[in-house]
């Protein structure tokens, strides 16, 4: 059992280590004198040992809950200044990232949840009230889907530029989600709401238009990755909004830097995902090629994708955490 002779003892370290912390996140880690780094790399190593210590006595949990958060914003600080490599690079997308959404899966999985409810309500307004749709997609839209016409030919014709059009939009479209997260999430809520209405309302049009087939072989082999990617961006603006609103135990400064790391993190994996859907949007999806083979396609890239985000460094991660 830890004495309270113990914990009056060590305080002193775990107060100054926070006074450095404080002092770097204000000014700068450079700021810092060559002594006080040498102090903080020391004490970073004898206060994780504290933590080993405080882990053992059950009645010293808040004591461990604090030191795991001052050691985090340590290790974050100490470890913000390594230099990018093109090999870091590929470990942040082989590795780090699929770690980074697993742990967030909780904030992408209520930016589905918002999507998806407010899809099927968009879905079922358009079915009790036609004319909801015209304020959803405009009357050009509508004119467009009542003659059981695609609004792809513009993508066809040009096919270069539409793809680069497309991946600029949704790229956009995607770090709007995030940063709206500074409002509280209230803008990421908006952003999944009205994107998902708008996906059920044009679903519902089309289908009352006879157009469903049509409407959903273009959709599927680019929208299996799109659609993943506006729900990873909107978990992002939800884990800043969630280190804006419940800090914790950190600052509420602190919590928000540390959120809008893992909220970038987030945002940057789906980057790549993006450009893939576009430049399928504008050379796959619009063309004539067969039905069942784009079905097949999309079904294949999502459970690529599952695979990637569910699966991999997952045996690594459990093989670490046992030793």
Not at 55 to 66: L, P, T, W
Not at 113 to 135: C, H, R
Not at 187 to 194: H, K, P, R, S
Not at 200 to 208: P, R, S
Request: hydrophobic share 50%; aromatic share 10%; charged share 15%.
């Amino acid at each position: 059992m830890i004495s309270t002779h113990w914990l009056e003892k060590r305080k002193p370290y775990w107060t100054r280590l926070e006074q450095l912390l404080d002092q770097s996140a204000r000014d700068g880690l450079r700021r810092l004198g060559r002594s006080e780094l040498r102090e903080l790399g020391l004490l970073y190593r004898q206060i994780a040992a504290d933590l080993a210590a405080l882990r053992e006595d059950r009645g010293s949990v808040h004591f461990a809950r604090y030191l795991n958060q001052l050691l985090a914003r340590a290790h974050n600080i100490i470890y913000s200044a390594r230099k990018t490599s093109p090999r870091a690079i590929l470990e942040f997308f082989a590795v780090t990232y699929p770690r980074v959404f697993r742990k967030n899966w909780g904030f992408v999985r209520i930016a589905l949840l918002i999507f998806a409810i407010s899809g099927v309500v968009g879905a079922a307004l358009t079915l009790q009230d036609p004319d909801f749709k015209l304020k959803i997609i405009g009357p050009q839209m509508v004119q467009t889907i009542e003659k059981r016409e695609m609004w792809t030919h513009s993508i066809v014709g040009m096919k270069p530029q539409a793809s680069s059009a497309i991946m600029t939009n949704n790229i956009g479209v995607g770090f709007m989600a995030f940063a709206m997260g500074i409002t509280g999430g209230l803008g990421t809520i908006y952003m999944m709401v009205f994107n998902g209405l708008l996906i059920g309302v044009i679903g519902m049009a089309c289908h009352l238009s006879g157009m469903s087939l049509k409407l959903w072989e273009f959709v599927a082999p680019h929208g299996v990755l799109e659609l993943p990617a506006i729900f990873l961006a909107g978990g992002a603006g939800f884990r800043v909004a969630a280190g804006l609103l419940f800090p914790g135990y950190l600052p509420r400064r602190e919590s928000l830097v540390r959120a809008g790391t893992e909220g970038v993190q987030l945002l940057l994996g789906t980057v790549p995902i993006l450009v893939i859907a576009g430049t399928i949007e504008a050379f796959v999806s619009p063309t004539s090629l067969a039905t069942g083979l784009k079905f097949t396609m999309a079904a294949a890239l999502f459970a690529l994708l599952n695979v990637y985000l569910f699966g991999v460094g997952r045996a690594k991660a459990k093989a670490g955490s046992s030793a």
